[in-house]
């Protein structure tokens, strides 16, 4: 996209783990959701950044915590070469300035009672950014018309616009501080298929024009690879492959990022007809209580005896770049292991989080 | 005869001091046995309450249905409730987007199986539920004996959408409608129930109506695709027919504007300009007009007719785009 320098900004293991609490009189924790746990990336300068994964992988989470709108339990954040967990009450607030988020559903982000004006203005606000009327005014115009929206939107209110409007409301709002990072959070996942290829073309071209860094958040891998540069694949809390676009779609080579895309339907009957499927079995693990080793081996039709259920592989650099976490990544690669049948295991949405009552007998067992 | 033979349904949503708005607006098209028929549309284009018409579950207040909805020759919109009962759930099912909100909560899903059994099939009790474990274990629900007694909170949402699959299929229904049955479900669990309806659907000769707005899922598994724009049929097709070559304005936008997974890199989307909110009124013109790259005069001037066209689909379009340029 535009001049690619150093890293913008870098994480290190960083870890975000939920405490489940329980008890009447004193909050026991008697576990923990390990929602992120131990994820290292860097996104340089100017690029798109796309984290793509299944629900309760910890994508979000992971978003949210790179903006301290949850706080990491650990691990580093440095930013433009300051490490963000060490700010405090000021610092961090005109940090924040640096890094925006978009949200997923444009209506519940917006305040209904606010007009457009409003919404823009209280960032500026804030940020003691709101000097001048007449300079005001200008750069709120400027804004809505970089999003494509005319300036008599700033007198209306959120629920007097389409769902895809809305959304560049949601991007204006964002935009109007003039941050080097964008968050966005599903952006186009709330919106008619129509609507989701003029808000991606938007944010392209507001990358073109003023060199804004990305970490795009989707679980739609066809939306990430058309918009990213480098693509990080999630699995229960960890990062499992890391690649540019091209080669990972190429060449996805961790068994999970496979099965992902074979998973992805292609609006092309010549191409449905043809592919294969790799079909997982079972749901995702309950990341309270994560797999021992690899947390794909459950699933994996390609685990292995050995090292997959209790040696958790690393990210490692296997060519040129494209970073996997599977201990057998070449083997598969060259096609010296072959898939394998893999039993379902039952994935209960409660698990861990209390004890399960023995099922009662409805008829005898023949 | 057709398995299922839509004529010309309207819906028209009615409220006091209220334009009445016509959300589904005589939309025709037939489903022959065995046969996977799609439905496909963005939010708003009446695919969903089209659904809902033929299997008489729109509420009795508020709203017209009118037209023909022909299942074997006989009219559904002109049988009584009674009869209707009988024939929803035996001979037409149907499956919905949120497999938590269909499932009652408080009953043990091996009850909710056994429940269509009894019902439609005299069973008693300890039979249906047998027969339950029986459905359980078709649909790829693991352990089924322990799942009988377990409720839909405890399991999660690919198994749910299974259990759901299961009533649905109890008595071998002729005709099933699935209602963006995977929309709620992450990529590869998609991938496990597509698979699953597809298998189930070769295995007994159940036609299947599936309503999407993913055309990804429609490539794969419809045999005729409609395409469906404010609330009328505008593009009618065979499955390889239509995303070779779209011929409406409207589908050939569509395709080019999702990112696909193979496409080459980089290329910008062709995005439809405009919302679904400056649509016209059909009966001023062609709905899409305001949107269409390819508007011309005639297409404000009345609603163009659905036409056959050469090779064997139906299309609603004046100046439609040229065969060479629709060659995806």
């Given amino acids: 996209m535009t001049e690619q320098t150093g890293p913008l900004v870098e ?3 960083i870890k975000v783990h939920f405490p489940i609490k329980s008890g009447l009189l004193f909050d026991r924790t008697v576990g923990y959701v390990y929602a992120v746990d131990g994820v290292s990336l860097s996104i340089r300068k100017g690029e798109t950044y796309g984290l793509v994964g299944e629900s309760g992988c910890g994508k979000s989470t992971l978003g949210r915590g790179l903006l301290r709108l949850v706080e990491p339990t650990d691990g580093e954040i440095i930013f433009d070469g300051t490490d963000v ?15 925006q988020m978009i949200f997923q559903d444009p209506l519940s982000s917006l305040d209904p009672r606010q007009s457009v004006e409003s919404l823009l203005m209280e960032g500026l606000k804030a940020h003691g950014l709101a000097g001048e009327k007449d300079e005001t005014n200008r750069r709120l115009r400027e804004t809505l018309e970089a999003v494509g929206l005319p300036a008599s939107a700033l007198s209306k209110y959120p629920h007097e616009f389409s769902g895809g409007q809305r959304q560049r409301i949601g991007i204006a709002r964002a935009l109007v501080l003039n941050p080097e990072l964008i968050v966005a959070d599903e952006p186009v996942s709330a919106l008619d298929v129509s609507i989701q290829a003029q808000v991606l073309n938007l944010l392209e071209d507001l990358q073109n024009e003023r060199g804004l860094t990305y970490l795009i958040i989707a679980h739609d891998l066809a939306v990430v690879r058309h918009i990213a540069d480098t693509v990080g694949v999630m699995y229960l809390g960890g990062l499992v492959e890391e690649a540019s676009s091209d080669d990972l779609y190429r060449e996805p080579m961790h068994p999970y990022t496979r099965a992902l895309m074979s998973a992805v339907p292609v609006p092309d009957p010549l191409v449905e007809d043809r592919r294969e499927r790799i079909l997982l079995a ?3 693990p309950s990341p309270t209580n ?3 080793g690899c947390r794909f081996h459950t699933r994996c039709p390609w685990a292995q005896p050995t090292r ?10 296997v060519v040129g770049g494209h970073r996997v976490a599977c201990h057998f990544a070449e083997d598969i690669a060259a096609g010296r292991i072959r898939p394998h049948e893999v039993e379902v295991e039952l994935v209960r949405p409660t698990e861990g989080t209390g004890p399960v009552d023995p099922p009662g007998e409805l008829i005898p067992t023949p | 005869m057709s398995l299922l033979d839509v004529r010309d349904l309207s819906v028209v949503f009615q409220r006091r001091g209220e334009q009445p708005f016509t959300a589904v607006d005589k939309v025709s098209f037939t489903v022959e046995p065995g046969q996977t028929v799609g439905l496909v549309g963005e939010s708003g284009c009446g695919k969903s309450v089209t659904s809902l018409a033929i299997m008489g579950l729109l509420p009795k207040r508020g709203n017209k249905v009118s037209g023909e909805v022909l299942f074997e020759g006989t009219d559904l919109l002109k049988l009584r409730p009674d009869d209707m009962r009988d024939r929803r759930g035996r001979e037409i099912s149907m499956i919905f987007q949120d497999p938590l909100s269909s499932l009652n909560p408080v009953i043990p899903i091996g009850v909710q199986v056994a429940e269509v059994l009894e019902r439609h099939q005299g069973r008693d009790r300890r039979q249906a539920l047998r027969e339950a474990r029986d459905l359980l274990d078709a649909v790829g629900i693991p352990d089924p004996q322990r799942r009988l007694s377990e409720y839909p909170h405890q399991i999660s949402g690919g198994m749910r959408q299974r259990a759901l699959i299961a009533i649905a299929l109890a008595c071998k229904p002729r005709l099933l409608i699935a209602d963006e049955p995977t929309t709620a479900l992450d990529v590869t669990i998609q991938a496990q129930i597509l698979t ?5 659907v070769d295995d007994t000769g159940t ?6 707005h993913d055309l990804g899922v429609v490539a794969g598994l419809c045999d005729t695709v409609n395409v469906l724009y404010g609330g009328r049929v505008v593009e009618r097709a065979r499955r ?3 995303f070779a070559h779209a011929r409406h304005p409207y589908t050939h936008g569509l395709l080019s504007s999702v990112p696909r997974l193979d496409s080459p890199r980089g290329e910008r989307l062709h995005a439809i300009r405009g919302s679904v909110s400056d649509n016209i009124p059909w009966a001023v013109g062609c709905a899409f007009a305001p949107r269409c790259d390819n508007v011309v005069d005639a297409c404000l001037e009345g609603p163009p007719p659905l036409e056959p066209t050469a090779t064997g689909g139906d299309l609603r379009c004046n100046n439609p785009v040229s065969e060479e340029v629709a060659v995806l």
Avoid: F, N, W, Y
């Fill in chain 1, 11 to 13: 994480l290190r293991d």
């Fill in chain 1, 85 to 99: 967990r060490s700010l405090k009450g000021e610092a961090m607030r005109q940090a924040r300035r640096r890094m």
């Fill in chain 1, 282 to 284: 079972g749901d995702l």
């Fill in chain 1, 290 to 292: 994560p797999p021992s």
């Fill in chain 1, 308 to 317: 997959c259920a209790d040696e958790r592989p690393a990210l490692r650099d």
């Fill in chain 2, 196 to 200: 699953l309806l597809k298998q189930l």
């Fill in chain 2, 207 to 212: 036609a299947l109506v599936m309503i999407t």
């Fill in chain 2, 240 to 242: 390889h027919e239509l």
